[in-house]
């Protein structure tokens, strides 16, 4: 691992530790019941679209076992449900709150997701124990070599992970133009849904932690030195976004 990477981690780590450990899960507790129409709302409609093309991308084969990691409402495993009906899917996030709508949003369209509440930076799970992981919209809140490298753990050799996130624009006009827009964004959601305090006193953050994240590029050369192979990294919406497939050796 370079120095590089080790002391952007140690810079986050810094800056955000407080935030992550005190105040994190509470506002997705607040936020929980209304958390994926929020999201459509920021992302002015796009948000379902661009899910569409993670879904796409990601290879299942009935029988596999699959862990989505920080599963929220679990939109994702129920999306692969419908791709693919027999998956045993695994889901593990720290937010009771997310997790209990996701649970019941599985329950009424019939699919069986298990479900576990732990800090995604210890997987409860033995080495070489799934065939893929996903990992969408969270990273920014993690410790993230931490995180890949437990992903890397648990997957089998030939598994393969999928990520998809919010990331930091190259370019440098993009990313002052995106910055501008969450925050007015943010604001907006904040008065139009009422969220509570710790929500709103995170806005800063949601904004300062896209500035101190990684770009397409640099989330791809990490995955490479953490041991992933055939490291793949699209960018979309000028790079605010984007997917990222790479295969465990």
């Not at 027999?86 to 069986?112: C, E, H, P, T």
């Not at 009422?194 to 995955?223: K, M, Q, W």
Request: glycine share 6%.
């Amino acid at each position: 691992m370079t120095t590089s990477f080790q002391n952007r981690e140690n810079v986050r780590r810094q800056a955000f530790e407080s935030i992550w450990e005190s105040q994190i899960d509470a506002v997705f507790s607040d936020v929980a019941a209304v958390y994926d129409k929020a999201n459509d709302f920021a992302s002015l409609g796009t948000l379902n679209g661009l899910r569409r093309r993670f879904i796409a991308t990601i290879d299942v084969s009935p029988g596999q076992r699959v862990l989505d990691v920080c599963a929220g409402t679990n939109v994702i495993g129920i999306d692969l449900l419908k791709k693919e009906p027999n998956l045993d899917i695994y889901a593990v996030d720290r937010s009771d709150a997310m997790q209990k709508v996701g649970s019941d949003r599985a329950a009424q369209q019939g699919f069986d997701i298990k479900g576990h509440i732990c800090d995604v930076h210890r997987l409860p799970f033995p080495d070489n124990h799934f065939d893929v992981v996903t990992l969408q919209y969270a990273t920014r809140h993690l410790r993230v070599i931490d995180v890949f490298s437990e992903i890397n753990r648990v997957l089998k050799p030939g598994g393969h992970f999928y990520h998809f996130d919010m990331l930091r624009p190259a370019n440098k006009i993009i990313e002052e133009a995106y910055c501008l827009y969450l925050r007015g964004c943010l604001k907006t959601i904040s008065w139009a849904i009422r969220v509570g305090p710790e929500a709103r006193n995170c806005c800063d953050y949601f904004i300062d932690a896209i500035r101190l994240f990684y770009s397409t590029d640099e989330l791809s050369r990490l995955l490479s030195e953490l041991g992933f192979s055939d490291v793949i990294g699209k960018p979309l919406l000028g790079g605010t976004v984007a997917i990222h497939k790479a295969c465990k050796l």
